[in-house]
């Protein structure tokens, strides 16, 4: 029976990029504006390349352990794209896209309606549908999307 290096046997290769794969993904972390789990992926692909384990790379990256496996598998079952961005997410379509809140957000800013001392919710959600803003959306809708700005149209408080 041959007895194996304890060293040697104990050396997992976790992945192994092909030349342009590695190209592509050092191409990729020069370009300097990616998102950060991008950013973690590729690097992490690369040093799994490199020989790193996967625990080296985790504590590199601060990331579990579980991260880093994750994506070496992702990359085996799924190739370079599919270890480093998401599949697209199943749910409900965004139905009022950032174009559209600004606009309603810019509505809530012009002075009320004739008639009316201030904009209330229910005007401004009337208002944006005549104007096509959007299909449909309730009041409450545009309550949450001015919630998320830093002035409140609709308060009595002068300033607020």
């Not at 998102?35 to 080296?56: C, M, N, P, W, Y």
């Not at 001392?117 to 005549?130: F, Y």
Request: proline fraction near 3%; hydrophobic fraction near 35%; charge should be positive.
């Amino acid at each position: 029976m041959l007895q194996r290096n304890h060293a040697e046997s104990m050396k997992k290769e976790h992945l192994k990029l092909t030349d342009e794969e590695r190209a592509s993904l050092t191409a990729l972390l020069a370009k300097g504006s990616l998102k950060v789990k991008t950013f973690k992926r590729a690097t992490g692909l690369l040093e799994l390349d490199r020989g790193q384990s996967l625990q080296a790379v985790a504590v590199t990256l601060r990331v579990n352990y579980n991260t880093v496996a994750a994506w070496r598998d992702r990359y085996a079952d799924n190739g370079l794209d599919g270890a480093l961005y998401d599949k697209p997410r199943c749910g409900r379509p965004i139905e009022i896209d950032g174009v559209a809140r600004a606009k309603i957000t810019a509505l809530a800013c012009t002075p009320a309606p004739e008639g009316h001392a201030r904009w209330k919710l229910s005007l401004l959600a009337e208002k944006a549908v005549e104007l096509k803003y959007c299909e449909h959306i309730s009041d409450t809708h545009v309550g949450t999307l001015l919630k998320k700005t830093n002035s409140n149209r609709t308060s009595k408080e002068p300033g607020a």
